[in-house]
């Protein structure tokens, strides 16, 4: 298994290998930021590879579109970070829920600069705020979780503004959906879908969404 899936990590050229910590579900933020709005908002998040990141949000209610791509960086050469930007509706899911998926299920946020042994700033922890109240809920969560002690080690997720998002190419989107048997996904990223399911029942939505570039 781990032959083919290194001759596969060669031939597309992005993500590696990566051991996942066990996900657990973590308290929801005392401050959400939940409102409800007319229309849809947006919220981009740094978690590791965009592969696994953009396949579990595409199974989460709620959410409308969800798009690979790099923040902070036109790619991971330049400082950018592999991340989604995720499109969602806050009369079904607000923004702290998102947060609480992404810090229980999609990664692990006390590794710095890597997942894994995926390695490197492009790899890296970051939340990436649209405005002020994103901004005020990410660092409250952090600060909640820290002073809660939910994780053995010290959580290192950034939170910063978004300069600017690319998306990366049609190859690359979807890449959870399209490629359901690679053994860096079935190893990688399977399971958080498991595990979406069994602590966010509620928020899980069977049928993904696939994004159309």
């Given at each position: 298994m781990?032959?083919?899936?290194?001759?596969?990590?060669?031939?597309?050229?992005a993500?590696?290998v990566?051991?996942?910590?066990?996900?657990t579900?973590?308290?929801?933020?005392t401050?959400?930021?939940?409102?409800?709005s007319?229309s849809s908002?947006?919220a981009v998040?740094a978690?590791?590879?965009?592969?696994?990141?953009?396949?579990?949000f595409?199974h989460?209610?709620g959410?409308?579109?969800?798009?690979a791509?790099?923040?902070?960086?036109?790619n991971?050469d330049?400082?950018?970070a592999?991340?989604?930007m995720i499109?969602?509706?806050?009369?079904?899911?607000s923004?702290g829920?998102l947060?609480?998926?992404?810090?229980?299920?999609?990664?692990?946020?006390?590794?710095?600069?890597r997942?894994?042994?995926?390695?490197?700033?492009?790899?890296?922890?970051?939340?990436?705020?649209?405005?002020d109240?994103?901004?005020r809920v990410?660092?409250?969560?952090?600060a909640?979780?820290e002073?809660?002690?939910?994780f053995?080690?010290?959580i290192?997720?950034r939170?910063?503004?978004l300069?600017?998002f690319?998306?990366?190419?049609?190859d690359?989107?979807?890449?959870m959906?399209?490629?359901?048997?690679l053994?860096?996904?079935?190893v990688n990223?399977?399971?958080?879908?498991?595990?979406l399911?069994?602590?966010?029942?509620?928020s899980?939505?069977?049928l993904p969404l696939?994004?159309r570039?």
């Amino acid at each position: 298994m781990y032959r083919s899936l290194a001759v596969s990590v060669l031939l597309i050229g992005a993500c590696t290998v990566s051991a996942q910590e066990k996900p657990t579900v973590i308290p929801a933020p005392t401050l959400d930021g939940s409102h409800v709005s007319g229309s849809s908002e947006k919220a981009v998040l740094a978690g590791g590879c965009y592969w696994g990141t953009q396949g579990v949000f595409e199974h989460v209610r709620g959410i409308e579109r969800v798009v690979a791509g790099f923040a902070g960086g036109h790619n991971d050469d330049d400082g950018g970070a592999e991340s989604v930007m995720i499109t969602f509706d806050p009369k079904v899911i607000s923004y702290g829920r998102l947060l609480q998926i992404f810090f229980s299920v999609v990664h692990d946020p006390t590794q710095l600069d890597r997942q894994g042994p995926d390695v490197g700033r492009g790899y890296r922890s970051d939340i990436f705020y649209l405005n002020d109240t994103q901004r005020r809920v990410a660092q409250a969560y952090i600060a909640q979780l820290e002073q809660a002690r939910v994780f053995s080690k010290p959580i290192v997720t950034r939170v910063d503004a978004l300069p600017a998002f690319d998306p990366v190419g049609s190859d690359q989107q979807d890449f959870m959906l399209k490629n359901p048997h690679l053994d860096y996904i079935e190893v990688n990223d399977v399971p958080k879908l498991a595990s979406l399911k069994q602590l966010f029942p509620a928020s899980y939505r069977p049928l993904p969404l696939q994004y159309r570039y």
